[in-house]
């Protein structure tokens, strides 16, 4: 596509629930990150995926986050029994080869009541 | 750990005047990327400038330039003739050379860019 496409632009989900959010990333590009963006803060890295390699994991905040991507394709981070500090804007980026500029895309707010 | 600060949480400027944002960074590395990007409210991350480390010239992109102090870790941006849609958060990023993996880019906590009509 023409740019990082992620979806639903909004959530809102009751707490306890689980969530899966979406990142279409450009078409080609190897590396998609997914970085986190509570109110009023800068981006906290959550994942790193480069091409088939293990993905890098490094920042996930606990065990109920986990994110998947099916080769250089679609990439799903899902949030699992859903509490009120996980609300925030989740943002994916991705990039030619890991190396080159990230392109991001519009994010998802998420609010868990 | 690479940390990057803004101190200036918001400011303020007068369209058609000069603005400059501060950043500074801490690293032990020699090498790497520094970025400013801006995200209006659509909330969407996009590349204003960037700077390689390895070079002494200092980047500019039409009305944006920065100034790169390295042996001070600093990493102004300098808006000039500011217009209104220059109105945003900015964040300054670290990136690692090479680049990707671990930390992907390291951001500041932004600043908040008000132009005055």
């Known amino acids: 596509g023409a740019g990082v496409s992620q979806s639903p632009s909004n959530k809102v989900t009751e707490k306890g629930k689980d969530v899966e959010l979406r990142c279409d990333p450009i078409s080609g590009h190897t590396a998609l990150y997914w970085y986190r963006q509570r109110l009023g803060q800068g981006l906290e890295f959550l994942i790193y995926?480069?091409?088939?390699?293990?993905?890098?994991k490094s920042g996930l905040p606990s065990d109920r986050f986990s994110a998947e991507r099916t080769g250089e394709s679609v990439s799903t981070l899902t949030i699992q029994r859903t509490q009120q500090e996980d609300s925030a804007v989740y943002l994916c980026a991705s990039s030619q080869d890991g190396e080159s500029e990230a392109f991001f895309g519009q994010g998802t707010r998420l609010t868990v009541v | 750990a690479q940390t990057v600060t803004q101190s200036q949480p918001e400011m303020s400027v007068q369209e058609a005047e000069t603005v400059t944002l501060s950043c500074t960074y801490d690293t032990s590395e020699s090498d790497y990327y520094l970025f400013w990007y801006k995200q209006p409210p659509s909330r969407q991350m996009i590349l204003v400038i960037r700077q390689e480390a390895y070079k002494q010239q200092n980047a500019t992109e039409n009305r944006f330039s920065v100034n790169f102090q390295k042996a001070a870790k600093s990493f102004s941006l300098k808006i000039s003739d500011s217009q209104l849609g220059d109105a945003a958060m900015y964040f300054c990023a670290y990136r690692s050379w090479p680049g990707g993996g671990a930390d992907g880019l390291t951001f500041g906590k932004g600043t908040h860019l008000i132009i005055q009509p």
């Open positions: 995926f480069q091409g088939n390699s293990a993905p890098d």
